[in-house]
């Protein structure tokens, strides 16, 4: 099964992965504010930085961890994407956040940092091409975007932006899964066996860059789902800049398909359940469009049940789109999956058939193709003048979230040829 470049719940999730092969040393290391960049050059330019692209790390917890990048670029089984880019003789410089959850425009200031940084160490005149993975996309976009419109920061110079499966129009962290996380930290977060995930996981959702991502958002159980502030603020603060860059070309990539065919996982349904030792009767269901209850949590030792209920919000679980981290053997589990790990560790009984994953990233959000609150505009073919990309191409099936793929991966690299 293929690593994405990006995990989702990364080292805070039960049972994940705790190492991964060393990563190659880099040819040079630049320590940023905020964050470092690893820089290797192509075998072709003798060591030197001559046709630099940037590529930005995306949304998890802690700091960005250089041997699970590279393991999803590079050791993934499917494509050697900087190989590739090397063999095409452009040098490829990984850029790390010191705090992959903090606010999007504090990371950009890293990002213009490592921008400025590549500009000071090229050789030659060559443009830079920048983007990111996930959120890095996001982020490299804001970057972009304020260096060309704050007379105090210098050019960028990049002929290049680039995006794959970047929440362009949001992110879904499903209703359901957001109130258990929080509901479990709030009557168990202090055991000493699953608190600590707990804690961690719910500070994760409630994260600056969570809040700035997600579509809807709740930091507590019993709240209306929409947008946070920060988020509000950030769409805000993009606009002013303009929106995108302008200087550009900008292309992107999406792990879903684009043809409006969903993923499978039906409105409504059932997706985890258990009982036992803290938890009677308790479960979560796909998102489903009206009115629907998402959510019933139960504590054993309690009388009254909560319901948690939605209005207004699309069946988006089964939209096209990158989806969360598919569970394997690693211990790596989904959106439906982490709440079913989790509801197991409390000492219940969950029942089989759990659907484990749902969409996180639709196609249409990566694309800047639409507005995610719309259903209609979730499920329909994708066409160029949907987007506000440039150029973009989508997966012939809907993935893992950041799943590098020769498909994806070997048109970008001829998109950075091209330039």
């Not at 709440?339 to 058939?353: C, F, K």
């Amino acid at each position: 099964m293929s690593t994405p470049v990006v995990d989702v719940w990364g080292p805070v999730a039960p049972g994940a992965r705790s190492s991964y092969p060393p990563a190659p040393e880099p040819h040079d290391e630049w320590s940023l504010a905020g964050g470092t960049a690893w820089v290797y050059y192509s075998p072709l330019n003798r060591r030197q930085l001559i046709r630099p692209v940037i590529l930005s790390d995306g949304f998890s917890s802690g700091s960005s961890n250089l041997d699970q990048l590279w393991h999803g670029l590079e050791e993934n089984g499917d494509y050697r994407f900087v190989s590739e880019l090397h063999a095409a003789g452009r040098d490829v410089i990984i850029l790390g956040y010191s705090d992959r959850m903090a606010s999007i425009t504090d990371n950009a200031d890293t990002a213009i940092d490592c921008i400025r940084r590549a500009i000071s160490e090229r050789v030659g005149r060559a443009k830079l091409v920048v983007g990111g993975f996930s959120m890095g996309g996001l982020v490299t976009r804001y970057a972009l975007a304020k260096m060309e419109q704050d007379p105090a920061l210098p050019d960028h110079e990049t002929s290049l932006y680039l995006s794959y499966d970047s929440p362009h129009h949001g992110a879904w962290f499903p209703i359901a899964v957001q109130a258990f996380t929080h509901f479990a930290t709030d009557n168990w977060g202090d055991d000493p066996n699953v608190g600590p995930y707990l804690r961690q996981l719910s500070g994760l959702l409630n994260s600056p860059a969570a809040r700035q991502m997600a579509r809807w958002h709740i930091e507590k159980v019993g709240e209306t789902p929409q947008p946070a502030p920060e988020r509000v603020a950030f769409l805000q603060e993009l606009d002013e800049l303009g929106g995108w860059p302008r200087g550009v070309r900008r292309i992107g990539v999406a792990n879903g398909v684009d043809t409006g065919v969903g993923n499978g996982i039906q409105a409504g349904a059932r997706a985890v359940r258990c009982n036992g030792q803290t938890l009677r009767d308790t479960w979560l269901n796909t998102q489903a469009q009206g009115d629907p209850i998402v959510a019933r949590l139960h504590k054993t030792d309690d009388g009254e049940p909560i319901s948690v209920r939605t209005s207004g919000l699309p069946d988006i679980d089964g939209a096209p789109g990158g989806l969360f981290t598919v569970p394997s053997p690693a211990g790596d589990a989904g959106s439906f999956g982490m709440a079913a790990v989790l509801m197991a560790l409390l000492g219940n009984t969950v029942d089989p058939d759990v659907i484990g994953t749902s969409c996180f990233i639709p196609a249409i959000s990566a694309l800047a193709a639409g507005d995610i609150n719309d259903s209609k505009a979730l499920y329909r073919p994708i066409t160029p003048d949907h987007s506000a990309l440039d150029a973009f191409v989508c997966a012939g099936r809907n993935e893992g979230h950041t799943t590098m793929t020769e498909e994806l991966g070997a048109w970008i690299v001829n998109e950075i040829v091209a330039q």
